[in-house]
């Protein structure tokens, strides 16, 4: 099975989300949240960090406690891809950059599921809607 993840990370104040730009398919020209794949033998959660850093620049001394581990989507239909959702917020001001990708702070208002803009079929929507039901303490 071949693993992903997506991590949604909010600013000190929780008004943006950090996204980044598809430059290539799927979804290519829409927003979608920061990760990557997780490499054989490599846990989730380090992963979810690795990717943060490798993508953002941000380490986990610049967030609020840890990345918190929301749930996973597996798709059974489409080779068997697992994608992992972790979430977090910064403890402050952060200049974030990446190599591979154009990263935008959104709006945490936003219409994230407008599948117009965003990737994922409205999974980025229904990610949203789990942090505000389960994790309010990150808003």
Do not use: Q
Not at 85 to 103: F, H, T
Not at 113 to 126: P, Q, V
């Amino acid at each position: 099975m071949d693993a992903f993840n997506v991590i949604w990370v909010f600013n000190a104040d929780s008004s943006k989300v950090l996204m980044c730009k598809r430059h290539k398919e799927p979804y290519l020209g829409l927003y979608n949240l920061v990760g990557g794949k997780i490499e054989d033998g490599e846990d989730g959660l380090s992963a979810a960090y690795r990717e943060l850093e490798e993508e953002t620049g941000i380490v986990p001394s610049m967030l609020v406690g840890e990345l918190h581990h929301l749930m996973n989507f597996t798709y059974f239909a489409n080779a068997n891809v697992s994608v992992e959702v972790y979430a977090g917020k910064l403890s402050g001001e952060a200049l974030v950059c990446g190599d591979e990708k154009e990263l935008v702070w959104m709006d945490a208002d936003s219409n994230f599921f407008d599948m117009k803009h965003f990737a994922g079929e409205g999974n980025i929507g229904h990610i949203y809607e789990i942090i505000k039901m389960l994790r309010p303490d990150l808003l």
